[in-house]
């Protein structure tokens, strides 16, 4: 669920489009067949807080109504100076935002870590891929009604 709202809003920050317009994907690696740079986020982990609702015959009788999710966001390009570019506008993208996207509730968005790689194979034609990873703790609403 997180994840929807993740891609909205990557997708609709101007500054990540005018780089890899729509290329945004959960779930993906370097390897896969894709046209450089690209986002692929994944969902790392997910705590439920102890903040219960519901009574009676309620639906979400008992369910938490915050998560905190950890989610990575990856950006991978050709060249290392794009890629910087690249990153610092998904941060700033994400980083602190808060409302709701694509029907998921956000209450925040905080950055916590990042971590630079290069990723070479030694696959003839493969001259390697820089990625950044973005590490991120999201807290949302896991049901909305």
């Known amino acids: 669920m997180i994840g929807k709202a993740i891609y ?3 997708a609709n920050d101007t500054d990540v489009a005018s780089l890899v317009g729509t290329s945004i994907f959960p779930n993906v690696n370097y390897l896969d067949d ?3 740079p690209y986002i692929a986020y994944h969902h790392l982990a997910e705590e439920a807080n102890d ?3 519901g009574a009676g015959n309620s639906p979400i009788h008992g369910v938490s109504t915050l998560n ?3 989610i990575q966001v990856n950006c991978f390009n050709k060249t290392k100076f794009q890629l910087e570019e690249l990153a610092e506008y ?10 709701t996207y694509n029907g998921v ?4 968005i905080q950055f916590e870590n990042q971590n630079d790689t290069f990723n ?5 034609d493969f001259d390697g891929i820089f990625q950044i990873a973005l590490i991120f703790s999201c807290r949302y609403e896991p049901y909305n009604g």
């Open 34 to 36: 894709r046209t450089y």
């Open 105 to 108: 509730k956000l209450q925040s």
């Open 8 to 10: 909205d809003i990557l």
């Open 51 to 53: 903040t219960k609702t």
């Open 120 to 124: 070479f194979e030694g696959y003839q």
């Open 90 to 99: 998904a941060r700033i993208a994400l980083d602190r935002n808060s409302g």
């Open 68 to 70: 905190v999710a950890k």
